[in-house]
């Protein structure tokens, strides 16, 4: 089965609001994770990474968080925009080096303006 | 110029035609993918390629088999397609196989009537 999944399927926020969108993993093997953002008719578009090595990583208005004792992965964006409205996956990397990414099931983010 | 480009964009076929969706990266990246989105948004990945080799094929019917004419394409062709093979079709691409981000396509929607 998979090992990547989301805590919240829908998340509804005010616009200029901070979001926090959240993935449960199972394999502590993964060494590397990755969130991305799907806007509706589009492929799945890179927001920031982390490696395992690592508990907290800032981009631009998102950060990543990376709880391994939980194994937990966060994605927080601040000041929430309507431009932000997508779907949001978590992914792993499991394997390695000869790995490759497993995703999660999905957030669908809504901005209210 | 797009980085990861696939054709076509829609698909609509019949059960039993064979089918294929061309993919084409002009990165210079070394491995590619093909992932399958259903309707929940749930992506899973059926194949990757690396330098022309095959290094992962999740298990996906021997009906769809990826063709690598050079590490810049990977195509899916699909045989005896099925209702149930009805998805959006993502080809990716990264520079090295495991723990580094991937760039996708815009997506295929295959109707399978």
């Known amino acids: 089965g998979e090992s990547v999944g989301l805590h919240l399927p829908t998340l509804s926020v005010q616009e200029g609001d901070n979001s926090i969108i959240n993935c449960a993993y199972s394999?502590?093997?993964?060494?590397?994770f990755i969130w991305y953002k799907q806007e509706s008719g589009k492929g799945p578009q890179f927001i920031i990474d982390?490696?395992?090595?690592?508990d907290k990583r800032q981009g631009q208005r998102v950060t990543v968080l990376l709880n391994k004792t939980v194994k937990h992965l966060s994605l927080q964006i601040a000041a929430t925009q309507p431009g932000d409205s997508a779907v949001y996956f978590c992914?792993?990397?499991?394997?390695?080096?000869?790995?490759?990414?497993?995703f999660g099931k999905g957030t669908k983010l809504s901005v209210k303006p | 110029d797009t980085a990861v480009s696939q054709t076509p964009k829609y698909l609509v076929t019949q059960m039993g035609n064979d089918k294929s969706i061309k993919c084409e990266q002009n990165?210079?990246?070394?491995?590619m993918y093909w992932y399958k989105q259903d309707s929940k948004k749930f992506l899973k990945i059926m194949f990757s390629?690396?330098?022309?080799?095959?290094?992962i094929n999740e298990t996906v019917p021997n009906r769809f088999s990826p063709k690598s004419p050079d590490k810049a394409h990977l195509n899916l062709h699909i045989n005896s397609l099925e209702l149930g093979d009805s998805a959006v079709y993502f080809c990716?691409?990264?520079?090295?196989?495991?723990?580094?981000?991937?760039?996708f396509g815009q997506g295929t929607r295959l109707t399978v009537v």
């Open positions: 990716a691409s990264s520079q090295v196989q495991g723990a580094t981000e991937a760039f």
């Open positions: 394999n502590s093997a993964s060494d590397y």
């Open positions: 982390i490696r395992s090595n690592m």
């Open positions: 992914a792993e990397n499991i394997g390695g080096s000869q790995g490759n990414l497993i």
């Open positions: 990165l210079g990246h070394d491995t």
């Open positions: 390629y690396n330098n022309k080799e095959l290094i």
